[in-house]
């Protein structure tokens, strides 16, 4: 039981407040849905990866939209890219690593997108979809993946350091990031 000031705190949020406080305090709605999460490889079609960019959008360093036509971008991720997705068991796109995987000669796969639902966020969602990646290019043999992040995106570095990353380089406020295969995750 709560606490009387605690309780008159509680009810006297806002229901904007309420919607600000609730996701990062006690995600109770994710953590029971994550144990009903299936992960596939390119199972998402144009119109699921589109609905999930938008969803997703603000949440960028710099606004997806704002950089591309996100129709445009999600038809090509269906046609070109290989797509490492989490869903709900309402089959809702939660998460989503594309990766281009259309240089063999070349060595190198490029991370194109790294989305997670904003609910979904912090139980690792991103961590997996990244990881089956670097298994992923390293079956097809590859040699290295690269990806570019905004610098201010600090959630997301922080994420591809986790995953084995390193940065090599930068051009503006976009710091490219690298990650050597060698069999087993570094």
């Known amino acids: 039981m709560l606490s009387a000031p605690v309780r008159d705190w509680w009810h006297g949020l806002s229901a904007l407040q309420?919607?600000?406080?609730?996701?990062?305090?006690?995600?109770?709605?994710?953590i029971r849905d994550l144990k009903n999460l299936r992960y596939s490889l390119?199972?998402?079609?144009?119109l699921t990866i589109r609905s999930h960019l938008e969803l997703c959008d603000a949440d960028f360093d710099q606004t997806l939209s704002a950089r591309v036509n996100l129709s445009?971008?999600?038809e090509k991720l269906?046609?070109?890219?290989?797509r490492f997705e989490a869903w709900s068991d309402g089959d809702q796109l939660v998460g989503l690593v594309a990766m281009?995987?259309?240089?063999?000669?070349?060595?190198?796969?490029?991370?194109?997108?790294?989305?997670v639902l904003p609910t979904r966020?912090?139980?690792?969602?991103?961590?997996?979809?990244?990881?089956?990646a670097v298994q992923h290019a390293s079956g097809l043999g590859f040699e290295r993946i690269t990806l570019d992040v905004g610098q201010g995106a600090t959630g997301a570095i922080a994420l591809y350091v986790k995953s084995g990353f390193r940065a090599v380089g930068q051009d503006g406020e976009t710091i490219r990031f690298e990650r050597l295969i060698e069999g087993e995750p570094q």
């Not at 269906?78 to 290989?82: I, M, P, S, V």
């Open 42 to 46: 390119d199972q998402s079609t144009a």
């Open 72 to 74: 445009d971008y999600a």
């Open 121 to 132: 966020r912090g139980y690792g969602i991103a961590q997996r979809l990244m990881n089956d």
């Open 78 to 82: 269906a046609q070109t890219a290989a």
């Open 100 to 115: 281009y995987c259309n240089a063999p000669d070349a060595g190198t796969a490029f991370i194109t997108n790294v989305s």
């Open 18 to 30: 309420w919607e600000q406080f609730w996701p990062g305090w006690v995600r109770v709605g994710p």
